[in-house]
């Protein structure tokens, strides 16, 4: 059996997990599909979405009913006492000489090594950050709609099979006022696209990588098989689940 380990912003490192208590905290919404994720054999974290298919991701669904996890509480900054403490505990007595002492040979090393780490650290920092900024814009916007995206699907297919229309804004008006209630920064409307097809679209804002881009949902039959393509909008693929990207 293959131990799994996730990352929690407020708990670290969480596991070791089987697979399928992995894929029963993908359910509850504890992990979702951009979460870090590792197991033995790995070489590096991954977004959780790159394992979908050895944890059978595909197979279930979030309950979209329960809350995503909460962001890292931030530690509160130390008080202006504490910090004029602290200043005072390190300035020197006056008149006071400190002593003179020569570096040592190991100190030496250590700063030559030092200085040479410099450029590997600043290529690493170019690669990594980038890379934790659209992880931190997924995790605060899109991976947060997926679960309201699946619920939306649902009312839509059954709103069709009962009126034999799409639904628009005005159908929807109790779900409009739950989400908005919800999604502050995240608007939605519903209707139907030129080819008569059903769809709802995002509207997302508050984060100024994704301002006024837009992420659409688009129902679509292929004989006696119906699903749902949610890789249409202008929305950067880096900040869609890799299901809605485009190939």
Known sequence: MTDWYYHDPAQGRVGPLSAEQLRARYV???????????????????????YSEELQLDTVTPDASLPPPLPPVLAPAPSMAASRASTATRMPTRGAVPPKRGRSGCAIVAIVGAVAA???????????????????????????????????????????????????????????????????????????LADGSCAFEFTLHGNSAIEGRTWVFEAHADGDLAGWDCSGGDLPARYRPAHCRRP
């Open 118 to 192: 410099v450029p590997v650290i600043a290529i690493l920092a170019a690669i990594a950050i980038p890379a934790y900024q659209d992880y931190t814009v997924r995790a605060k916007t899109t991976a947060g709609l997926v679960g309201a995206a699946s619920a939306m699907q649902r009312a839509v297919d059954e709103f069709h099979d009962a009126r034999g229309r799409c639904p628009g804004n005005d159908d929807f008006a109790p779900l409009l006022r739950q989400f908005a209630a919800i999604e502050k920064t995240t608007t939605v409307r519903f209707g139907a």
């Open 28 to 50: 509850d919404r504890r992990v979702q599909r951009d979460t870090l994720a590792w197991h033995a054999g790995a070489r590096e974290w991954q977004p959780l979405d790159r």
